[in-house]
């Protein structure tokens, strides 16, 4: 993801996901500047909040992440089951929330 401007550099605040039938048993995964390596988003529980919730068609959960991955171009984001994760078949992303700001061109 370059947000449209992939030349201006950019730092990530916080990473939210809302997931149907995960259980909150997602690890999110990060690669910044089209890189091969891939880190853990929320490595530090702490910064990890987790809300789940029942709706019309199932157990849904949001996940947020504060972060900061500092100095970027671009980034890519990549979700992880956990080993508890056993609904494979009614998972479903529902939406994935970016918070993010450009940085001035020095």
Do not use: C, H, M
Not at 58 to 67: A, E, H, N, P, T
Not at 77 to 106: C, E, H
């Amino acid at each position: 993801i370059a947000f449209g401007i992939p030349e201006v550099r950019k730092k990530i605040r916080s990473v939210s996901i809302t997931t149907k039938d995960s259980d909150g048993a997602l690890k999110l995964q990060y690669s910044t500047d089209l890189g091969n390596s891939w880190a853990d988003i929320g490595a530090n529980e702490a910064a990890s909040t987790i809300t789940n919730y029942a709706g019309l068609r199932g157990s849904y959960s949001r996940q947020r992440f504060d972060v900061s991955i500092n100095n970027i171009y671009t980034f890519g984001l990549r979700i992880v089951p956990t080993g508890s994760v056993t609904k494979t078949a009614d998972f479903g992303v529902q939406d994935i929330s970016i918070v993010y700001r450009l940085k001035n061109v020095k």
